[in-house]
């Protein structure tokens, strides 16, 4: 198999980038490949919306000085005004390809407030704007002959030369058959998403592996910031994989935060109390935790309007409903989870990594955007304007397919029974009891041995040439899980020395 362009994820980064790109060049021949269906995306699943400014009483400048605020200045401020000067653009850009939003009564779209912004500037459909957005982008993508979407296709590695110096597309495994399949590509872009199944509480689907920046990162990419996980303050507090996100929009629209003697603890945190930035919520509710030695606080709705709630909220409506939750009665329960990836594969403006023809957009990416911590609603957003970026940079190569490449055959077999789901359940423990929202020294060491004794084994169990979906997914959260630890610790040193 091969093509121009193959794109690793089928995302708003990866469904917008093809889009964009075979608009420009119609002879460009574009293969998506998507580990899964879309409901295991976290575009699919995402609820909230896009952060655009559009009224006239807000400006680029707050926005930007929102998301600075957020990302302790640790942000990329060249990038964080690309990024936001691009958002109306690209919000009519996302309309015309037939996405719809919620509208007031007067027919200008209806802006809703999240933590960390000043203004209300969520551009939102109801709470499954992710849901809406990935039809759109779907529905626009099979319209051209030249997009070729292929799902329940695993990316096992990057095809690279003996040199290492460029990426040639990449090893597939097809799930069902289970068979390799070589995909060759004049350029590959990775935008597979992000590692929540790293940890034990996460809002991020199953799929959540860290596929895209484990191969990366094998293939020689650089990768940066990967010690900023950003944790959601208000998952649903139950025994789920993934746990359910209750958007901050209902935060936006008057929900408390009360520990469990109905206090509501954020008013002595932070001035803006529930509509603080996620960093800053999630810490206080860890401390009510230890405090009250709970596993959750709450989530108090019980003020607010319920019809109009309903309407506001109705697939978070309908989840609650499944676990005997009504928010005009109950308290609910919620407690902070692992939910985005703040850093990831290095990339430039353009969207390049320092490999030769491997690029990358979205959650995989770190373009600078974040810092420290994402500002609510800031992804979709900056997806949506480096798949941009990127597209334009690969339309202006001229086009070649390359040669396809002898699929590699092995009669080898895996030697002994390796109980994956064990070590599986060995890195979330160490990663979300040692790694988690607070980073110390001691701990993090002590998780950094485990995991290298961890990955030691594995890869002495184990045979390359023969192996698994699963066995890589099992790499490649060993292969996260190390670099997140590595990061966490060069960044806690470097404080100490500071």
Not at 221 to 229: E, G, P, T
Not at 259 to 270: A, H, L, P, S
Not at 327 to 351: E, F, N, R
């Amino acid at each position: 198999m091969n093509t121009n362009t193959l794109v690793i994820g089928s995302g708003i980064a990866g469904l917008s980038l093809a889009i964009k790109l075979a608009e420009k060049q119609s002879k460009h021949k574009i293969i998506i490949v998507s580990k899964s269906d879309k409901s295991e995306s976290n575009t699919y699943n995402a609820q909230g919306g896009m952060a655009v400014v559009l009224d006239h009483s807000d400006s680029f400048e707050n926005h930007i000085n929102d998301t600075l605020v957020a990302g302790h200045f640790l942000n990329d401020k060249a990038i964080v005004e690309l990024v936001i000067q691009s958002a109306p653009e690209r919000l009519a850009e996302l309309i015309a390809w037939g996405a719809n939003f919620d509208v007031k009564d007067s027919g200008q779209l209806d802006l809703g407030l999240e933590g960390g912004h000043s203004k209300n500037r969520i551009v939102h459909h109801k709470d499954k704007s992710g849901k809406e957005i990935y039809r759109a982008l779907a529905e626009k993508a099979a319209s051209f002959d030249n997009i070729k979407i292929l799902e329940n296709l695993f990316i096992a590695d990057l095809l690279m030369p003996e040199s290492k110096d460029s990426c040639l597309g990449a090893i597939a495994i097809e799930k069902k058959s289970r068979r390799f399949i070589n995909i060759a590509a004049q350029n590959t872009v990775i935008a597979s998403g992000g590692i929540g199944q790293v940890f034990q509480h996460t809002t991020n689907p199953r799929s959540a592996t860290g596929d895209g920046i484990a191969i990366a990162a094998r293939a020689g990419a650089y990768l940066a910031d990967m010690n900023f996980v950003q944790f959601h303050p208000t998952a649903l507090y139950c025994n789920e994989n993934p746990t359910f996100l209750i958007s901050e929009a209902t935060r936006g629209f008057g929900a408390y935060l009360v520990n469990d003697k109905g206090e509501r603890f954020m008013k002595n945190v932070d001035p803006r109390m529930e509509l603080a930035t996620r960093d800053v919520v999630s810490d206080a509710i860890l401390e009510q935790m230890t405090i009250g030695q709970t596993d959750h606080v709450f989530l108090d709705c019980r003020h607010l309007d319920a019809v109009q709630f309903k309407k506001s909220f109705p697939v978070i409506h309908q989840r609650l409903e499944t676990q005997k939750i009504n928010p005009q009665y109950d308290l609910i329960p919620v407690a902070p989870a692992a939910h985005y990836l703040c850093g990831g594969i290095a990339v430039d403006t353009k969207g390049r990594t320092n490999v030769k023809n491997l690029y990358s957009c979205g959650e995989s990416s770190r373009t600078g955007l974040h810092g420290a911590n994402r500002l609510a609603s800031n992804s979709l957003l900056e997806a949506l304007v480096f798949a941009d970026q990127v597209a334009n940079e690969l339309a202006g190569i001229p086009g070649t397919i390359p040669t396809e490449v002898e699929i590699r055959q092995t009669n080898e077999k895996q030697t002994g029974v390796i109980d994956y789901a064990k070590i599986i359940q060995q890195v979330k423990w160490l990663m979300t009891n040692r790694v988690g929202i607070k980073k110390d020294i001691e701990p993090l060491q002590q998780a950094q041995t485990e995991i290298n004794e961890l990955k030691q084994v594995f890869l002495e169990q184990t045979n390359t040439l023969n192996a698994s979906i699963l066995f890589y997914e099992t790499w490649n959260l060993i292969t996260v899980a190390g670099v997140i630890i590595e990061h966490s610790l060069e960044a806690k040193k470097d404080l100490v020395v500071g």
